[in-house]
């Protein structure tokens, strides 16, 4: 989680795309939901509207085994080859499309979709190697009036079978399958501290029975060890809010989450403080122990803790063994002791298999960035951690990054680990503003790009499409289970210090990302609705 970059919080891994102005744009009546906008898609007309870059005679067209209709595109031949079949789009409006195909890779040595010359970096998607037809599918970020797309090999065995090409435009929709929420644990703590939420036609509810409504049907639920108790780093003393955030706080939250019909994502930071990959201070209590001592703690707390929320009946969908745990865990060192900080991982992951074999364990890294993750998950497979889900953090403001480009990292995490995906952190604002005349916001005080290199605009309109465009490319990934939003009900009470502050004494920061406004009632934004119409 994003609460200070400076001092407390460090610097994250990214890779940083150029940003580009995305005008708000109408589609064209061409770029309807259903609509492929690729000419002769299924190769029926030979190559026609395709064009061969590469090695001479290395991609035809035959008729034996298409995957639909009477002929399929092949790349191969005798000896080395290289080459590219692309078909270039151009009256695009700018936004994120989606590129896909049914291919069949019978031991080409490399191959991927592709799409370049569109106003954004050129975006790849390796092939597997596959003798059945299989459906691959790359997201596209479109910031120019143009694109090229298409399929290219490199090899010097083997063929390559393309059938069935599609280019559509991202449009909102009725949702799907996936799980899509956000983080509600300060829900209980602004309640008692007077806040007032309001559903879009003005009327005061409890905030659950404002987003229920909407689609959010996944509560995200912080737990810390002992919150309330002092922690110093980089010379200052600091201290979460007492008496909210720990285990009972979650129960209750969690219990009345459920009863609107949502599930639950518990996620322990195993301290008692805010985590990051720069920050994993071991809890006060745990203080001195031995690596052994370490793990039987963390084991213990997270099945007693595990075990208090099935006793209420409320036993979680998923549990977060971790929050962006990229380097350190409870001060354990991944880079220095690798073996130590893997057992903790595997204790709480045996912690919660034993107290609630039904929930779905989650790992929790942040910043996209494939060398590192590629290093951490080798190294889970060399320690053999069982866990279910990779979770990563993708916000556009911290990386600078379009939809497309998240979406195609949250696809590469799924292949690279063999495991489902689950979005654990992602927001946008609806505002350059904070409620405040004398504050400023978590994004403008790192100097972050508000909106990201798409720039949808921070307003209400541009928080919607924007939310709306990353759920449907996730879930387009095939790879993505779930979603939560950072922080999808934020809100400032004062100018300058909050109850509901990042910590006693500090303001929140991030009221700006929030999906209800500013005022002393806190009514729902229009583009709350982005849980429905995704």
Known sequence: MRIRRSGVMATGLGLLLTATTLATAPLSSAETTTTNLLANPGFESGLTGWTNIGTPNSAYTQTAGPHSGQTSLVHGKKGQWSVNTVQTLTGLTKGTYTLSAWIKNNGVAAAGLQAYSCGDTTQTLDLPTTTQWTRVTLSVSVLSPSCTVGIWSNSAAGTLQADDFSFTRITPGTGGAMAVGGDITYRRMNAAAGAQYADSAGNKKDVLDVLAPEGFNLARIRVYNKPGAFVTTNGQRYQLQPGWQDINDAVANAKDAKARGMKILLSFHY????????????????????????????????????????????????????????????????????????????????????????????????????????????GARANGLDYDIMGVSLYPFWTDMTIASLANFASWVGTASGKPVMAMETGYPFTLEPSGASETTLIEANNLDPDGPENYGATPDGQLRWTQEFFRAMYDTGKVVGISYWDPIAIDFADGADPNGWVVGGDNEVEDTSFFGYGSVHKALPSLSAFRTW
């Open 271 to 378: 301290s008692d403080f805010w985590t990051n990959p720069a920050l994993q201070i071991r809890p006060e209590d745990w203080a001195g122990y031995s690596q052994s001592q370490l793990e039987q703690a963390i084991y213990d707390f997270t099945a007693a803790s595990v075990q208090k929320m099935k006793n209420a009946g409320v036993a979680p969908e998923y549990v977060s063994i971790g929050n962006e745990i990229n380097n350190a865990l409870a001060d354990v060192d991944r880079w220095t002791t690798p073996a130590d900080y893997y057992a903790l991982l595997n204790s709480a992951s045996k912690a919660v298999k034993d107290t609630s074999p039904t929930s779905k364990t989650v790992i929790h890294l942040t910043t996209p960035d494939r060398t590192a993750y590629q290093g951490w998950i080798d």
